[in-house]
C-alpha cells in the first residue's frame, strides 16, 4: 500500500499528530502509550536502508545515500500494511539521479504540517538544548541538514532539511503528490476540525466521537505525565523533556528583536502565506522595538 508521508521541519507539531491518529486508530478507553506511536521516522533509519540496499551506508557519501533513499520508500511502500504513516522531516528533494526522494508510486499522499518559524526556533532550541541564535541561523541555511549523532556513526540517515522556507516550499509547490497542509495554529485553535480534515484526507473510517476522544487522550498534559512517568524513546538525551509547552506564540518573550528579524528577513515571503507575517512585523514595530537583545554569546562546539 502506499504511504501517507507525515511531513514537517522538525518542531512542528509531527509527534503530536501522530499521538492523535495513534489513539484514533486504537479507539481505546485509555491513551496509547508515547513509546508506541504509529508513523514512526523508519524511511530515515539507517539499519533499515542498509538492510533494503544490502550495502552499508557507512561506506556511502551522502549523496550516494540520496540517491538510493527512492528505492527504500517504495521497499517500504511494499511491505506496510494499511494504513502506511511514515513521519518524514526531509525536504522534498530529487536523488543526484533526477528520481523524486519520495517517488509518486510509493506515495498515497502526503500531510504537510506547518508552523511558525518564530515558535519552530524557540522549541528546536529547547530540543537541541542549543543557543537561538545558532538555531536561527540554522534555519536559514540552504545546505542545513539533520543527524541524531556528532559522534562516531549516526543511527540515523543524513535529512536534507533546506531552509525553513526551502522546506516548506519543496512540498506544498512540488505537483507530483497529493498533499494537505494543516498549521500547528489551526490543531491548536480548533483540533477537531483541524485533525478530522487529515483523519479524512487519509481516507480512515469517520466517527466524531472517536477523534474527540483521541484528541483528548493526545492531550499536552496527559503527554508530559506519560513522558514523566515512563520515559518518551524519542527525546534527545540532552533535553530536559519532549513535550514542553505545545501552545503557539512563545516567540514573542523567547525571542530578541534582532532574532525576529533575522527570522523575517529570511522567510517573509512564506511566512506572509500562512498568515505569521504581520505579527512579527508589528512585534518589531512596536512591543519589540524597544527590546534589547542579550549580547551573542561565543558559539558553543557541537
Known sequence: M?????????????????????NYLHGAGEPASINALIGAAVASLRSMFDECIGLPSS???????????????????????????VKVHEACVHAPSGTALFPKTATAGVIYLVRNPLDVAVSYAHHEQRPIDRIVKFMNDSAAGAEKASRGISTWLPIPLLTWSGHVSSWLDQGELPVHVTRYEDLLANPRAAFGAIVRFAGLDWDAARLAQAIDHAAFPRLRAQEEESGFDEKQPTAPS???????????????PRQVRAVVDAHGPVMDRFGYLRDAEMFLAGEGAAAACAPRSRPSRP
Open 2 to 22: 502506499p504511504i501517507f508521508w507525515l511531513a514537517s521541519y522538525p518542531k512542528s507539531g509531527n509527534t503530536w499528530l501522530r499521538t492523535v491518529l495513534t
Open 59 to 85: 561506506d556511502m557519501t551522502p549523496e550516494e545515500i540520496l540517491r538510493h533513499r527512492p528505492l527504500l520508500h517504495e521497499a517500504l511502500a511494499e511491505a506496510m500494511p494499511p494504513p502506511a504513516f
Open 242 to 256: 519532549f513535550f514542553r509547552a505545545g501552545v503557539a506564540g512563545s516567540w514573542r518573550t523567547a525571542l530578541c
